[in-house]
């Protein structure tokens, strides 16, 4: 299995960023696919999922509103457009593929806003 991040960036506050997590190995469509991210020096942290068909989301509160989560189950991608990005958004997004029992972890892609 594979989660491959990408889209990352330096970008100042008030941009716009979009992640994008391609998978493989895996049956795509029958995932819950998330967002998270660690910022240096604290903890990964939940920043938003969606359901296997893209009917369900989920947002931590600080970035309702100015993000949001969708995916592709034909092109196994799932993306996280980030707009009105904010200094506190800094830290390294990972995508997470999850089901029962199982749960998959991408490499990281990098954000950084900058003041």
């Known amino acids: 299995v594979q989660l491959q991040a990408f889209g990352g960036g330096l970008v100042q506050a008030g941009g716009s960023l979009r992640l994008s997590c391609a998978a493989s190995?895996?049956?795509?469509?029958?995932?819950?696919m998330g967002w998270f991210r660690q910022a240096p020096g604290e903890e990964r942290e939940f920043v938003a999922r969606?359901?296997?068909?893209?009917?369900?989301?989920d947002y931590v509160d600080s970035v309702k509103g100015r993000f949001t989560i969708s995916r592709n189950n034909v092109k196994n991608t799932v993306y996280l457009q980030m707009n009105s990005l904010k200094p506190d958004d800094t830290g390294v997004y990972y995508c997470?593929?999850?089901?029962?029992?199982?749960?998959?972890w991408g490499q990281g892609t990098e954000v950084t806003v900058s003041s």
């Open positions: 190995g895996l049956t795509f469509s029958s995932y819950t």
């Open positions: 997470k593929a999850d089901r029962i029992n199982e749960a998959y």
């Open positions: 969606i359901s296997w068909s893209g009917g369900y989301t």
